[in-house]
């Protein structure tokens, strides 16, 4: 068997095409511009390229994009009152502060000042109890367009066997209820789970989302199962020459392939998926804040 490729890339602009009408319309019905505030605090070359690319496709989706840019020795107490500030402006309905955090600040403490509301990310403790409890929310990004992409493939998803490999606040346990939420049978597994082969071999959904290079390979995986790979992990590729890298999953791609229905590449599977459900989740904070009907086919 080879696996049909779930290409995120493509799903990501269509995801995006659809945020853009959305928000023409807003103008034009409603006269509202739903507005995105990124704060990156230092000088992360990663996070700076990833807060980039966020601006760019906001503005490209016709959303207003606030930037606020502090320096690495910024106290808790400025960037606190900064978001004090966002959950006040009413031209802000998405606020998003770039992790990690520099050390000597309390990422917790920070994620939960956000105003809930605003929360684009998910990552507030109310919008984790608010999914947990099968309740309105705002949904992790990764998490969510996994749940996008499983549904466009399969439709329903009632009934389906699903093993989540990973439990992290960021996107294991979040996948998890989605998965729930869509009425699957779902085993969150990890690095202590006995016999996880054997799990993972059972499941019609594998999500990898552990954070190990091709930790998961071929004969992990029941023929014709779905595989979502979460993992973006640089290792050495010495084929290319002295020094250089390449990006693979979580999930041997090679051998999962074969036996797999379905497969998310990497790159170009789950992470192009993340930033269009920022956008989407911005979009979705904006209708609830004005009171509006939530755009159809962009949330849990």
Known sequence: ?????ID?????GTVREKVAAHVTKLK????????????????DPASQVYVRSKGKQT?????????HKLDVETSEADLLALIDQLNNDDSIHGILVQLPLP?????????????PAKDVDGFHISNVGLLGTGQKSMVPCTPLGCLMMLRDHHGSLSGMDAVVIGRSNIVGKPMAQL???????????????????EVVRRADIVVAAVGRPEMVPGDWIKEGATVIDVGINRIPAPEKGEGKHRL????????????????????????PMTIACLLANTLTACCRANGLEEPEGLTA
């Open 103 to 115: 050390k000597h600040l309390d990422e917790d403490l920070v994620i939960n000042s956000i105003s």
């Open 28 to 43: 034009s019905e409603n006269n509202i511009t739903p507005g995105l505030a990124v704060v990156l605090v230092g000088e």
């Open 59 to 67: 503005v490209e989706v016709g959303m207003k994009s606030v930037e």
């Open 1 to 5: 068997m080879s696996a049909q490729i």
């Open 179 to 197: 998965l729930l939420g869509d009425s699957c049978t779902v085993t969150i597994a990890h690095s202590r789970t006995k016999d996880l082969p």
């Open 248 to 271: 693979v999953g979580d999930v041997d791609y090679a051998s999962c392939a074969e036996r797999a229905g379905a497969i998310t590449p990497v790159p170009g599977g789950v992470g």
């Open 8 to 12: 995120g890339k493509a799903f990501a």
